[in-house]
């Protein structure tokens, strides 16, 4: 039977400590084995945005790890496309962990890549993740403005070059998503629900939600992540595709929950009607996160200056295309378009206030 252990309180460090030794997960594992830790750096965002990892939760797993003798021990990331890794471990607070503890913060931007395989899909996968004996995943629960939910499958990617990340959003992120979790996957999870957003991958409005959830079926705390953001499991192309192959299982009714500490009233995330706007404005056709999360962002910054039938194209299905208005290096030959691979916030709102000034 499946299991799952569920941790509820505010304090992340201390959850993961209980949930570790509830779960005593290394217990077999070899002293002499190279650990690597892969949190969700996806920006250079501190983790009281909602977008990133608390730095705690993975201090917890790291003296964790030393106290039962495991000395091989390192921080593996890369932030999302076109963003700076190194940065992202600096403004997220990984740069103290890693002269507190000697440890080495890997950038996969910058490592060699190896081809995998799995049902006739090829993706290149960061070597050094691949020689890594475990792999301990350390996602948030948090919405996706294309995914609904990102959790533990969809962490995953930080484990590709940018080269791959372009690729899996011109596939349509789902099979690849699934693809990826074949071919290198996680000893463990601890996904944080403590403190992260709702609705935005790239942060800006927590909800305290008091929950950890982990695991060593990504499918199954995917699920459960799913849950408690109001999705259905179903819902999500990537973990629907994942089960069907074999990743694992989102069966919840039939999983084992260990749960620890007192159950609190969790807060209901909160839906964001302008984000709902925004995306209504988006013709979207396999845009990458970051330049469609830095557009969903703009126009919600800028929603009460926009016509009321503004709307903007964006996404590597626009390349070559034309149109009236668009968003970043694909819709270049469009008649207007914001400049940039991916364009900042500032960017488009400069631009768009521009067009809106000239129609």
């Known amino acids: 039977m499946n299991k799952l252990y569920i941790a509820h309180g505010k304090d992340a460090a201390k959850l993961t400590r209980q949930l570790l030794e509830a779960m005593q997960p290394c217990a077999n594992w070899d002293k002499n084995a190279s650990i690597g830790i892969k949190p969700n750096l996806v920006v250079a965002k501190g983790w009281k945005s909602g977008a990133t990892t608390n730095p705690a939760v993975c201090e917890a797993v790291i003296k964790y790890l030393r106290a039962n003798g495991f000395a091989n021990v390192f921080v593996i990331e890369s932030a999302w496309l076109a963003a700076d890794t190194v940065r992202a471990f600096k403004v997220c607070g990984y740069n103290e962990l890693a002269e507190k503890y000697g440890l080495e913060l890997f950038d996969v931007k910058k490592d060699d890549n190896v081809s995998c395989e799995y049902g006739g899909m090829k993706i290149d996968v960061s070597k050094r993740a691949l020689e890594t004996d475990y792999i301990i995943n350390l996602p948030l629960i948090k919405g996706h403005c294309q995914t609904s939910v990102t959790c533990a499958l969809k962490n ?93 299982s989102s069966d919840l009714e039939g999983a084992e929950m260990v749960e620890i500490g007192d159950r609190e009233k969790m807060a209901k995330p909160k839906k964001s009607g302008a984000k709902k706007r925004a995306k209504a404005r988006i013709k979207e056709k396999n845009a990458c996160s970051n330049c469609y999360a830095n557009l969903v962002r703009a126009l919600i910054e800028m929603e009460d200056e926009l016509p009321d039938d503004f709307k903007i194209s964006i996404g590597q299905g626009f390349k070559n295309k034309k149109g009236k208005i668009g968003c970043g290096k694909c819709t270049q030959d469009f008649k207007q378009y914001v400049k940039g691979c991916p364009p900042d916030v500032g960017d488009i709102k400069k631009k768009l206030r521009k067009v809106i000034a000239q129609s």
């Open 156 to 248: 995953m990617k930080g484990l590709i070059p940018d080269s791959e990340k372009r690729r899996f959003h011109a596939e349509g992120l789902s099979k690849p998503i699934a693809y990826l979790n074949k071919m290198i996957y996680p000893a463990l999870t601890i996904a944080d629900g403590t403190w992260a957003d709702p609705s935005f991958e790239e942060g800006g409005n927590p909800v305290a939600m008091d929950t950890m959830v982990a695991g060593t079926d990504s499918v199954l705390i995917d699920a459960y992540a799913a849950k408690m953001l109001g999705v259905a499991p179903h819902q999500i192309g990537y973990l629907r595709i994942a089960e069907e192959i074999g990743v694992g």
